[in-house]
DNA sequence: CCTTCATGCAACCATTTGATTGCGTTTTTT
DNA sequence: AAAAAACGCAATCAAATGGTTGCATGAAGG
């Protein structure tokens, strides 16, 4: 395995920065309970973590976990207030999310546009 | 903790079918490995193990077990060929994941647009 | 035929992840 | 001041994940 020459790797790797960066909030919605917060907060305006705990079948503890991986993405913000801690929803890095997925289409659509051209000449 | 009274959970849960399909999808996104196979699919056509191994520094066999996890979340495919097995993109459940995207964002402005009314009440 | 190239399969390993329990701390509330 | 509510911290644990090595298989090529 491994032959030398390399026929179609085209310095790959670091060819997509944006992409890289998407990374972590693609890892922080690919799961079922996170996903489920994200909608929660997304149409509820900020929450207690005991208010997004009440109708899982999870305990508080893993609740603030998971909204801790969230906050890593970028994905929520927290504001204390008094006793409580409320969880909003932060629109920005899942518009870059988006806007990754758009550059991946794009470049899939380019692809078959090239293979298209190829065809008929 | 967990009070019987539930104040804002509202029946979430069994709110979001749609979302819930594409936890795979995300999941499968969120490995920068799987993002670079991705990107290089979608830019180069249908690729070989051994092709997409060259310029990794992970064995084939972990690019091979990086393949299964996209073709199971749908995001590739994989073509026998004589000796060889080619992969290619499969965009179609792509798609559904940006339209998830979108649909998050939408149950994020109506909740702006309920709050801006709410506020000029 | 025999070699080579591309792949498949299985065991194994370390780390991460999702979740728990127990206890301590900080605000309210009475 | 005392009780309760909301939360933080730390230890612990099982299962999933990402990766490896070793060997078997199957198709081309000389």
């Given at each position: 395995m491994l032959p030398r020459t390399s026929p179609s790797a085209r310095n790959a790797g670091a060819k997509f920065p944006v992409l890289r960066k998407a990374v972590p909030v693609f890892a922080a919605l690919g799961d079922e309970t996170r996903l489920r917060l994200i909608a929660l907060l997304c149409a509820g305006g900020a929450l207690s973590i005991t208010q997004l705990t009440?109708?899982?079948?999870?305990t508080r503890q893993a609740v603030t976990k998971h909204l801790q991986v969230l906050a890593d993405a970028g994905l929520v913000r927290d504001v204390r207030q008094g006793r409580e801690r409320l969880w909003e929803f932060e629109p920005s890095r899942l518009d870059e999310a988006r806007r990754s997925l758009d550059t991946i289409t794009e470049q899939w659509d380019q692809a078959l546009l090239r293979l298209k051209a190829s065809l008929e000449a």
């Open positions: 009440i109708g899982t079948d999870i």
